[in-house]
């Protein structure tokens, strides 16, 4: 079974960049359709990005678009978030996760394959 693995969280000052991957273990990522959910403490995980199996339909949150960028790359079964302009507010476990279909896109409980996630923390 395809197991996403996250990378490229760290900390960062509000304002810089950070750019998350997450490639596919166990098999192809594709065509899956690939979505970004992030996890502050005490609250509940919440949808970030989302981009289709073949990379032509792409859908943000409000809070992030504009500042963050999802893509794929197919050839090397990778997902990607670059995020810009990072706010204290955007600090949280970022989750990838899959699934076959382009539905609901914005519910967690919609994916079954995720990842264990990586760390974002952006001080004031």
């Known amino acids: 079974q395809v197991q996403p693995v996250e990378s490229g969280g760290g900390l960062v000052q509000a304002g810089e960049s950070l750019t998350l991957s997450c490639s596919f273990s166990g098999g192809t990522g594709n065509p899956y359709t690939m979505a970004w959910f992030r996890q502050a403490p005490g609250k509940e995980r919440e949808f970030v990005a989302a981009?289709?199996?073949?990379?032509?339909?792409?859908k943000y949150t409000d809070s992030v678009k504009g500042r963050f960028t999802i893509s794929r790359d197919n050839a090397k079964n990778a997902a990607y978030v670059q995020m810009n302009s990072l706010k204290p507010e955007d600090t949280a476990i970022y989750y990838c996760?899959?699934?076959?279909?382009?539905?609901?896109?914005?519910?967690?409980?919609?994916?079954?394959?995720w990842g264990r996630g990586t760390q974002v923390t952006v001080s004031s």
């Open positions: 981009i289709s199996g073949n990379g032509n339909i792409i």
């Open positions: 996760a899959a699934k076959i279909w382009w539905i609901r896109v914005e519910d967690p409980d919609e994916f079954d394959i």
